[in-house]
């Protein structure tokens, strides 16, 4: 009985040892996620359409500005001519203008800001899913991102797909249909569901 145990196990130890481990190659690469969005295409239409949109809010505001200024000045040479109660009414009324122009400025920040945010998150998630099908199809294990928010200390230069990325991307983006541009505030709404 003893000798039959002995006989199974060496014989299992024998098959299990004269099969060879499956060795599957981990095909591995790397983007420099900054270098992407500083030169894919879209990112940069993005970042132009919001900067030249914040420049024609920012003027509207600054001629706002402008005049307030002129006022103010105006005001402190007036106010001895004028007397007391006027400067104080007067006074007043320059205080809680200037107060709504800070409003008006930190309210457009935030309208430009909550507008490109959405863009730029859809965005984001559209270059993901496009390294996930481009990983997919070029049979890559794993696809690591460097940049600002580092998740690799140290890859071969080798390894590094950023320009077949963005020249891929960019390929895309110039092949797509341009469409009119979408109502800010539809997309938001669509976002939050």
Known sequence: MKKALVIIAVSIFVVSCGKTAEVKEVKTAYVDTSVLMKEYTEAKDLEAKYKG??????????????????????????????????????????????????????????????????EMDSLVSGVKKFIKEYGKKNGYSYIYGTGDAATVLYAEEKYDITKDIIKALNDKYKAAPKTEEKAPAKEGEEAKK
């Open 53 to 118: 949109q914040a420049e024609e809010k920012g003027r509207q505001l600054q001629a706002e500005i402008t005049r307030f200024k002129q006022d103010a000045a105006n005001f402190q040479s007036q106010a001895q001519a004028n007397g007391q109660a006027w400067a104080q009414q007067r006074g007043a009324e320059l205080q809680k203008r200037e107060q709504q122009l800070g409003y008006a400025q930190q309210a457009l920040s935030q309208q430009l800001q909550q507008e490109s945010g959405v």
